[in-house]
Every structure is written in structure tokens, then in C-alpha cells.
């Protein structure tokens, strides 16, 4: 008899239901996270919600309650929601504000892209000379398939992540490993730069920063939030859904064609990924949030556009999230140690660019999180500095979301090239 034949049948198996379950998590997960309970809030702190939102589902599928692995939302998770959201947080994109921040923010972002880039395969290379069974694998169990699903998640956010899953094809167990360390890493980096915001007057005296222009930029931010911010109505929803799907569509229509063409003629190109569908839906569906960024629909920011983003990015984090083994983040805790060296990089070389031109610790902390926390985290950086500073860590995530899959794909590639052979 098969081992197939002698797993266990899932508890639940009917997909309308397993849909409930999530969405309840979900509610569950924001309801619960904004309550003012000292205790739930400390509980948040150390597992943040979009944690909780890989792990809940993740431990029901562990315990057996459904098969994520082969339910069919994780397809529609990654097909549907994923370039709907992604064209919803890129139209957004103001390449004339990011020419503006060029001189500091910009510099310190792009600082921190070529940390996370360089940072990764120095990190599995350091590693491979110690603990080359860390950094190993082959195929789908192949460590740098996983890290390189890391490198979306700290140069964009978790849809460039998924993304990279996408593409990459890590093994589900190597997957749950990886969002772990994604999550113990990133958000310890994040603590320190909220203390950091704390301490920013120490922190620019050491830079021997001057951190005027930072009061002048929170000035305008703020004139123009408060110009534009208005309530979404009912034709403005309509129209961002309209909008996230039919460019889902038109990226899917043009992205088929073109992969099963290159399979056809040119099938070694298979090693840049050029032959992977899915890869070109992202490409395309990136492609048409920056054309519509230049049309009067970048306008639906300010209705919520990235907001109903999120909402289509946490359900599709849900359903990524039912396909993980949560045992598996014992199997490798070495990975803890290869995030830690890649993020030190990453923290070494802003600062050495900071110290050298002397920029406030604003652009420090708000570079950084906008590659590595994208969108939620870069906002909520910002924030802890003023609130009316939170556009700047928008602007640079957004860019972000932009860049993010290719630039984890160039970094995946290197971490390949940086991997022992076993």
C-alpha cells in the first residue's frame, strides 16, 4: 500500500468552510490586535499580526484540520491576490517625489537594497565554511530556494515573497523555516530602529547629522495629507477592484504566451526563470501598476487604494500560510544564524553610508524598513519619528514593491552560486 493511501484524512475538507476558518482568523488576528489589553499588546509585540497570520492556519494544517498543500485557495491566493495587490500598492508609485528624496532617503534606501543584495550570499558563503549542511540542499530542499524568498520578503514585503515562492519552488517545510527566521530577524532589526527613534538626537550627533531638512519634510507631509486624504465611496472600490483584476488578467494574458514560447525555443533559459509563467505575471502586473501611476488613477491613494492592497495581501497571506508545517522551523535553526549575519551587513553598510555623509537617523531607519519591513513597517517606523512623516516610508516601499521580486531573484541567484556543493 502507498504512503499516499495511509495519510490521514484531513478533519476538514470542504473548501467554503476552510474559507470561513480563515477569514475568522483573520478578523480574529485585527480585532484582537487592536485591543488595548496590556497583555494582548505585549503578546502582539513579540508575535506581530502578520505572524500570526502565517502561523494560526499554519498550525492547523500541522494539526490536520485541512490540506493546505493541496487546496485549491492557494492557487487562487497566489494567482489572484497576489498582482491585484501588487498593482494596488505600485500605482501609488511618485517617481517625482522619489527624485525629490534622492539626496538622503533615497541614498539611504537604495544603501540598504545593496545590503540585502550583497548581504545574502556573504552571509550563506560564511556560513558554507562552517556549517556548509546549513546553507545546502538540492532541489526543492535547496537553502538558497528558500533564503531567495527571503531576499523578496527585505526588498519589498510579503508579497514579493510570495512571489519569490512562486518562482523559486522552495519545499513547504523549507518555506515554514524560512518565514521564521524572516520574522525573528526583521522584527528584532525593527525594534532596535523604534528605539532608535527614541534616541534620534544621540543617534544624529553621532552621525554628525543636521537634521533640519527632516522638520521641513514633516511640514509638507503633512499639508499634504491633509489636502488630499478623503473617505472612499462606493464607486472608488469598485473601481481599485476593477482595476487589480483586469490588470491580473491582462498580466496573465500576455504572460502565458510568452512562458510556454521560451519553453519552446529557448528552454535553457529556464535558469533565469524566463520560463516560469509566474514570473511573468509579476513583470507584467508591476508593469501596469507603473503605467497607471502616470494616469489619474494614482489618485485612488488617496480613497485607500494600498489599504484595500492590504486587504487582498493579508488573504492571500492566509492561504500561503495553511500550507506550512510548523514543525519544520526545528529542522534548520542554523538559518537563524544566516539571517542574522545577512541583516548585520546589511545594518553595517547604512552605516558606514551615514556616518560618511552624515545623514539624520530618520533616513537611516525609514531606508531600511522600507526595503526590509515594506509598507506596514516602513509606516509605522516613520510614525514612531512623527506621524506626518509616515508618507516618506510609503513612497520608498512602494518603489520597493517595485523592485522587490527582481532584486530577491538577483539575490537568490547569487546565494545559488554562494551555496556549497554537497
Known amino acids: 500500500m502507498s504512503t499516499l493511501a495511509l495519510a490521514p484524512e484531513p478533519l476538514i475538507t470542504n473548501t467554503t468552510v476552510i474559507v470561513g476558518i480563515l477569514m475568522s482568523i483573520l478578523g480574529l488576528v485585527f480585532y484582537t490586535s487592536n ?3 496590556k497583555y494582548i499588546k505585549g ?9 500570526m497570520c502565517y502561523f494560526i492556519p499554519g498550525i492547523l494544517n500541522s494539526c490536520g484540520v485541512f490540506d493546505g498543500e493541496n487546496s485549491p485557495l492557494t492557487t487562487v491566493g497566489s494567482r489572484y491576490f497576489l498582482p491585484a495587490c501588487l498593482i494596488l500598492f505600485i500605482l501609488n508609485l511618485d517617481l517625482k517625489e522619489m ?9 539611504m534606501f537604495i544603501t540598504g537594497t545593496i545590503g540585502i543584495i550583497l548581504g545574502g550570499p556573504i552571509a550563506v558563503y560564511l556560513t558554507s565554511l562552517i556549517a556548509p549542511q546549513v546553507v545546502g540542499g538540492i532541489g526543492p530542499d535547496a537553502v538558497w530556494r528558500g533564503l531567495g524568498t527571503l531576499a523578496g520578503s527585505w526588498i519589498g514585503g510579503s508579497a514579493n515573497q510570495v512571489a519569490l ?3 523559486l519552488q522552495p519545499s513547504p517545510k523549507l518555506f515554514s523555516s524560512v518565514i521564521a527566521v524572516d520574522a525573528f530577524v526583521a522584527y528584532l532589526w525593527m525594534a532596535f530602529l523604534l528605539y532608535g527613534a527614541s534616541k534620534s538626537a544621540q543617534f544624529d550627533k553621532f552621525f554628525k547629522a543636521d537634521a ?3 522638520e521641513e519634510l514633516m511640514v509638507k507631509m503633512e499639508a499634504q495629507d491633509k489636502e488630499n486624504a478623503r473617505s ?3 464607486k472608488d472600490i ?4 476593477a482595476i487589480a483584476f483586469a490588470g491580473t488578467g491582462l498580466a496573465t494574458f500576455c504572460a502565458e504566451p510568452i512562458a510556454q514560447y521560451i519553453t519552446a525555443n529557448y528552454p535553457h533559459l529556464e535558469t533565469f526563470s524566463l520560463t516560469n509563467t509566474f514570473f511573468w505575471i509579476i513583470l507584467f502586473a508591476t508593469i501596469v501598476g507603473v503605467i497607471l501611476s502616470f494616469t489619474p488613477a494614482r489618485k485612488l491613494e488617496h480613497a485607500g487604494a494600498s489599504k484595500f492592497g492590504s486587504v487582498l495581501l493579508y488573504m492571500l497571506i492566509v492561504t500561503i500560510g495553511m500550507q506550512m508545517d510548523i514543525l519544520a522551523i526545528l529542522e534548520n535553526p542554523g538559518l537563524f544564524v544566516v539571517g542574522i549575519i545577512w541583516i548585520s551587513f546589511h545594518a553595517l553598510l547604512l552605516l558606514i553610508v551615514g556616518k560618511i555623509f552624515k545623514i539624520p537617523f530618520f533616513y537611516f531607519a525609514v531606508g531600511s524598513m522600507s526595503n526590509i519591513g515594506g509598507v506596514a513597517s516602513a509606516s509605522v517606523t516613520s510614525a514612531a519619528f512623527h506621524p506626518s512623516l509616515i508618507s516618506v516610508g510609503v513612497i520608498l516601499s512602494v518603489f520597493s514593491y517595485a523592485i522587490g521580486t527582481y532584486a530577491g531573484w538577483l539575490t537568490a541567484k547569487l ?3 554562494a551555496s556549497p556543493v554537497l
Not at 503578546?43 to 505572524?51: A, D, G, Q, T, V
Not at 469598485?238 to 477592484?241: A, Q, V
Open 35 to 37: 485591543l488595548s489589553n
Open 43 to 51: 503578546f502582539y509585540n513579540i508575535m506581530p499580526p502578520l505572524l
Open 99 to 107: 527624485w525629490a528624496l534622492r539626496k538622503r532617503a533615497g541614498l
Open 165 to 167: 515562492k512562486e518562482i
Open 212 to 214: 533640519r531638512d527632516v
Open 232 to 234: 472612499p465611496e462606493t
Open 238 to 241: 469598485i473601481i481599485m477592484l
Open 415 to 417: 546565494m545559488e552560486l
